[in-house]
């Protein structure tokens, strides 16, 4: 969404007859959006297979980190400890070598694509625990993560520069761009723009245009498609 929104202000300064509408709603929302016609571009953390009609434009790569209050004392996981936490298992992080504090875990709804891609990379298609905070925002998961002692979440790197939170390695691999290029690190997606068929000429020259501005995919923390090591 901050790519996006971003983009589109870019976009119609050099062009100033062309409107463009951006909102935000989940992954899920957009895909939908796009198949039933509701929208020129479905944007997406996620593939659309169960959607033929849809044509995908993969137009960068986002990284996720698993991030933290800074209280809890811990700034690596495991997989295997992920899973226990996220499944409700592991309930106090003193149980992985953290402080004595329960652990709150944060998630986003089930329309988000983030969590659809934290499911599938990390805890092998288990759907979290519900026994936690519901967050329909990037944004509003990482003030919540801030300000609650204990907290645990999950947020594209984007976010991490609005400060009060720790980003966690995982199996000893931090979040980090040369990271993903190489492979090493799991938590990291295609983002998509979906649209219905080929899309029309104004519709592809702004596909296009987020494609391609470097500058702008890595000043919001994206990297580029064509630098990837690894698919």
């Known amino acids: 969404l901050p790519l996006v929104k ?25 895909i939908t959006q796009a198949a039933q016609k509701g929208v020129d571009i479905g944007d997406s953390d996620i593939p659309a297979p169960q959607n033929p009609s849809l044509m995908d434009h993969q137009v ?3 990284t996720f980190a698993l991030i933290s209050n800074p209280s809890v004392g811990v700034k690596n996981l495991t997989e295997e400890q992920i ?5 409700g298992n592991t309930t106090n992080w003193k149980q992985i070598g953290g402080k004595d504090q329960a652990i709150t875990v944060v998630n986003r ?9 934290f499911v599938r990379k ?21 003030t919540t993560v801030a300000q609650t002692p204990g907290a645990i979440s999950y ?15 995982i199996d000893g691999v931090a979040p980090l761009e040369a990271n993903v290029i190489s492979g090493k690190y799991p938590f990291w997606s295609y983002e998509h723009m979906f649209t219905l068929g080929h899309a029309r ?31």
Do not use: C, W
């Open 6 to 30: 971003q983009a589109a202000l870019d976009y119609q300064a050099e062009h100033p007859s062309v409107k463009i509408s951006v909102s935000g709603g989940g992954s899920r929302v957009g």
């Open 60 to 62: 960068a790569v986002v």
């Open 83 to 87: 899973v226990g936490i996220f499944s």
């Open 109 to 117: 709804p089930r329309s988000s694509g983030t969590r659809a891609v």
């Open 122 to 142: 990390l805890t092998g298609g288990q759907e979290p625990t519900e026994n936690g905070l519901t967050q329909d925002s990037s944004g509003t998961v990482v």
């Open 155 to 169: 947020v594209s790197t984007g976010y991490l520069k609005k400060g009060g939170i720790t980003a966690l390695s």
């Open 201 to 231: 000429p104004n519709v592809a020259a702004f596909i296009q245009y987020v494609k391609t501005d470097k500058a702008l995919l890595n000043q919001l923390g994206f990297t580029v498609v064509g630098e990837m090591k690894v698919k």
